[in-house]
């Protein structure tokens, strides 16, 4: 545990090195979903992934929810009214937040529902 409001450097690539360590278990696990794009973050133990938003809205959506199921992450879905939605979940696994986001542009689904 840090204390005093002081975070060290050793601190920071431990968490680095620990996040690291669950998405390559992560990506382990899961060698049949579509590739996403991965950040380490560089303070606390996160990993971020990302669809890519330039895909077909149908095919992000679909990807999104392939990586949020088989994470057990709940959806926190923010729409914007323009023609765009972003898809956003997060969940704490083995001590290392995992976030997933994605871009959906065009998203006709959305207008659909």
Do not use: K, Y
Request: with cysteine; aromatic share 6%.
């Amino acid at each position: 545990m840090v204390s005093g409001g002081w975070i060290s450097q050793a601190d920071r690539a431990r968490w680095q090195r620990q996040a690291a360590a669950e998405l390559a278990a992560i990506l382990e696990i899961h060698r049949d979903l579509p590739l996403l794009a991965w950040t380490v973050g560089p303070a606390g133990s996160v990993v971020a992934g990302r669809v890519n938003g330039l895909a077909p809205a149908a095919q992000v959506r679909e990807t999104f929810e392939a990586w949020r199921a088989a994470l057990a992450i709940e959806e926190d879905r923010h729409d914007n009214p323009s023609s765009a939605s972003w898809l956003h979940a997060a969940a704490r696994c083995r001590g290392v937040m995992v976030r997933l986001t994605a871009a959906v542009i065009g998203d006709i689904d959305r207008e659909s529902q």
